[in-house]
């Protein structure tokens, strides 16, 4: 291919293609175009390949502020005049075109005048509560700890049950996420929950997803009460939502427990089968 830009630019002169014929009509055209200019502009473009760059939420925001002001009857320059910009800078900011998007400096006195609400959602950061509470005034268990940790937790868990306990958990996974109720929660945000029993005391646990119960230290005991409950041992428990689990502290030391919700990644990591 012919370097037509390459070699104009040696030259010193601006590309000019002299006579093109267009295929269909067979006449003689006369192109003036720059095309030296042309490619030095897409060059320097951050794709490099002529396109605009664009960002989603750019464009969001510049259609949203757009609408406004034309509901309030205001071209471009009426508006840029009163909040202190050009008119060419609230065209970039209403096509979006700006790659970052508007700076908060520029947005915040558009917002003002337009009446526009800017409003930023926070994320839901998982709550113990969402999956397990404790039923009457639960002065007999306390939660010590929680952590969205989810690997670690089940780390533990691998590290205080193995062999055929642990294929018994899987197994009670397994049947537990069959059912709609198991696998309603499979994809929440999790929370594991670290709880103490005091001595000689005994409580109760309200499971409101699916979790794990497992018994850490210390004299103790847990039991499934009522509800959807697929695996119970004396240390272990795989309970469906709607359970209650009692703890009972047989002695007279703590007895520490852990919580472990039944989420894609820790039925994953237990080496559970995920629904496909």
């Known amino acids: 291919m012919t370097d037509i830009a390459g070699k104009a630019r040696a030259m010193g002169k601006p590309v000019r293609v002299g006579k093109a014929r267009l295929p269909m009509h067979g006449k003689p055209v006369k192109n003036t175009t720059d095309f030296a200019g042309m490619l030095d502009s897409i060059a320097d473009r951050?794709?490099?390949?002529?396109?605009?760059?664009?960002?989603?939420?750019?464009?969001?925001?510049?259609?949203?502020?757009?609408?406004?002001r034309e509901t309030r009857g205001l071209t471009q320059a009426e508006l840029a005049g009163r909040v202190g910009l050009k008119q060419g800078q609230i065209s970039e900011i209403e096509s979006g075109k700006m790659p970052e998007g508007p700076s908060y400096r520029?947005?915040?006195?558009?917002?003002?005048?337009?009446?526009?609400?800017?409003?930023?959602?926070?994320?839901?950061?998982?709550?113990?509560?969402?999956?397990?509470?404790l039923v009457g005034d639960g002065g007999a268990l306390k939660l010590t700890d929680e952590t969205v940790d989810l690997e670690a937790c089940a780390t533990i868990v691998r590290s205080f049950v193995r062999g055929p306990a642990l294929d018994e958990i899987r197994s009670a996974i397994n049947g537990l996420i069959a059912s709609s109720r198991g696998r309603a929660n499979l994809f929440e945000p999790g929370v594991c929950g670290f709880w103490s029993a005091a001595p000689g005391k005994a409580g109760k646990l309200a499971?409101?997803?699916?979790?794990?119960?497992?018994?850490?230290?210390?004299?103790?005991?847990?039991?499934?009460a009522s509800g959807p409950g697929i695996l119970s041992l004396t240390h272990v428990i795989v309970a469906g939502g709607q359970a209650h689990i009692d703890v009972t502290n047989t002695g007279e030391d703590r007895f520490d427990f852990m919580t472990v919700p039944l989420t894609v990644e820790v039925v994953g990591s237990l080496g559970a089968q995920l629904p496909t």
């Open 106 to 133: 520029k947005l915040r006195p558009l917002l003002s005048t337009l009446g526009v609400k800017f409003v930023m959602d926070a994320p839901h950061w998982p709550a113990i509560e969402d999956w397990v509470g």
């Open 46 to 68: 951050p794709s490099g390949l002529g396109f605009e760059t664009f960002d989603p939420a750019a464009i969001e925001i510049g259609v949203v502020l757009k609408r406004a």
């Open 207 to 224: 499971v409101k997803r699916g979790v794990l119960v497992l018994g850490l230290a210390g004299p103790g005991t847990l039991r499934h």
